[in-house]
């Protein structure tokens, strides 16, 4: 079967690597020189160049360029793993058996744009990884895999990031052989029991210290590496938080929200929040003050 690639982040790394491991027959692979929007960019050209596969860089993945090199790599299946753009529909009709598509989300639950980073902010407790055959409608194609994903309240951004690339993995090599012997099945889901989550902004990754402290914490490890972090503002300038732990307020119930209760070091620091404190155990460099008001 042969085998279109389309990717640009660590994830397609590996899954494209898996794929040539396990000997599948990938004729070509688009991928993108760099990108604004991707905090996990990665170039597949490299992997390309080693394992001797056409590849090309693509802006527009519907233009004429990108199209004729589709054309010429003739392939079956195309998938596409880690591209944060819609295709349109005379791209996906390309290959023989459509292109498959992943999102790292219980579908058709949670659809839509940030899944890694709702999941944790929003504090749930299991999400997917889930394959399915893409259309023009976002992440709302016929479900050929899934695998429910436990998420452990120690879980930061790229703890989770990593069980689904493993779950990920695995998968594809369970669907790749079943389109190769004719046996793949499809399950339609249920668009109207769904939701779609929105676009995070800048103002989603800034901390307000009136927030519970499980909110704070919940924040701070969905926006960790790999991704750009959460921040809070001081003297103008934004700090931002990778780790932090929940502690009792035990003696501080009656101190007001955003109050520095002890420094630590300028990466180590005890802020109070809505009802706990809140200990922040990694960051950019804060150089405040205790007492002072955040």
């Known amino acids: 079967m042969r085998i279109l690639f389309i990717g640009c982040i660590e994830s397609s790394y590996d899954q494209l690597q898996l794929l040539i491991d396990g000997k599948k027959d990938v004729v070509g692979v688009i991928t993108k020189e760099k990108s604004k929007i991707n905090s996990d960019f990665c170039d597949l050209s490299s992997i ?16 004429e360029r990108t199209t004729e090199f589709i054309k010429s790599c003739n392939p079956d299946i195309g998938y596409c793993f880690g591209w944060s753009w819609l295709i349109p529909g005379r791209v996906l009709k390309m290959p023989k058996k459509g292109i498959i598509g992943n999102h ?6 949670n659809r839509g744009r940030h ?12 999400t997917a990884a889930t394959f399915f055959v893409m ?12 695998e429910i994903i436990p998420i452990n309240r120690t879980d930061y951004a790229r703890d989770l990031y990593n069980k689904i690339n493993e779950s990920e993995c695995r998968q594809i090599l369970e669907f790749t052989e079943k389109f190769e012997n004719g046996t793949i099945e499809y399950i339609h889901p249920d668009l109207q029991s ?5 676009k995070r902004g800048v103002k989603d990754g800034l901390i307000d210290w009136r927030m519970s ?40 119930c009656n101190v007001e929200p955003g109050k520095v209760i002890r420094i630590n070091s300028a990466k180590d620091f005890i802020v109070k929040t809505y009802d706990d404190l809140i200990h922040i155990t990694e960051c950019a460099g804060f150089y405040g003050v205790e007492g002072e008001y955040l």
Do not use: T
């Open 194 to 198: 769904g939701n779609v989550w929105r």
């Open 104 to 109: 790292p989300a219980e579908l058709p639950y």
């Open 48 to 63: 390309c160049k080693k394992n001797h596969i056409p590849f090309i860089y693509s802006d527009n993945i519907a233009d």
């Open 115 to 126: 899944p890694i980073v709702w999941a944790l902010a929003l504090g749930l407790e299991r």
């Open 135 to 146: 259309n023009e409608e976002a992440d709302a194609g016929d479900i050929i895999s899934q």
């Open 213 to 252: 402290a499980e909110a704070i914490y919940n924040l701070i490890r969905a926006l960790s590496e790999p991704y750009v972090g959460a921040g809070f503002l001081h003297r103008e300038k934004e700090i931002k938080v990778w780790r932090s732990e929940i502690m009792p307020a035990k003696g501080y």
